[in-house]
């Protein structure tokens, strides 16, 4: 399948005159409710409405693909970086029922939230909280489900699958017609795993799926 930068799918940013007078801090919290996946650094930004990482159904920008296959968040940061009001990755894995906080800013008055992270093992399965508006008072929160990028087949095999429980490759940057082409919501892993073929693991259900959500988000504004 065809696979575009986030330039080329018409990402348009409005410049805006907000300053620090405008901004107010968020607490935004992160929790892991899955039993089995880690997610990856996890990226989290503040940005007007004009901005998003994806839609469902179209195709995902080669900067998602990248985090979605291999964990990084940098492309999609320096590409939201010249128009985000605030943007930051929150390093390491975050764990089966871990949590983990970050404090940005945002203009309570126009600002949106996202966050996204791989998670693993997958091929290409993200969690992602998709531009959701800042609270002007108090906190919301948003339990959020699992993407899949469309961008790698689901093959399941750790071969295709990096991180520490598998090792393989991350990142594949040349289309396949077996991928499904278009952002939609992961329907998890499935089959029992084993060894294919080729010596290769396979990853299984049974310690590795799940069923959406598969992580609570908590957006507090600080006084």
């Known amino acids: 399948m065809f696979k575009q930068s ?38 989290v930004v503040t940005h007007p409405v004009e901005a998003i990482i994806f839609r469902l159904g179209r195709p995902a920008s080669t900067e998602l693909e990248i985090l979605a296959e291999a964990g990084d968040t940098t492309p999609l940061a320096d590409a939201l970086a010249g128009v985000a009001t605030d943007v930051t990755t929150i390093d390491g894995l975050l764990g ?10 945002g203009d309570p008055d126009s600002d949106f939230l996202s966050v996204a992270a791989m998670l693993i093992p ?22 959020v489900p699992a993407y899949d990028a469309g961008t790698e087949v689901n093959d399941q095999d750790c071969a295709n699958i990096p991180g520490p429980q598998c090792g393989g490759a991350g990142y594949s940057p040349d289309p396949a017609d077996t991928d499904e082409g278009f952002v939609h919501i992961s329907d998890g892993i499935h089959g029992e795993g084993g060894i294919n073929e080729v010596g290769s693991r396979i990853i299984g259900a049974k310690v590795y799926d799940w069923r959406n959500p598969v992580a609570r988000i908590t957006v507090r504004r600080m006084q």
């Open 122 to 143: 997958t091929n290409d399965t993200f969690v992602a909280l998709n531009r959701v508006r800042l609270p002007v008072a108090g906190a919301i929160r948003e339990m």
């Open 6 to 43: 986030l330039a080329a799918i018409g990402l348009a940013f409005a410049t805006t005159s907000v300053t620090a007078q405008d901004l107010a801090n968020y607490e935004v919290t992160i929790t892991n409710i899955t039993s089995g996946q880690y997610f990856t650094p996890q990226l």
């Open 96 to 105: 089966p029922g871990q949590r983990t906080s970050v404090v940005i800013q």
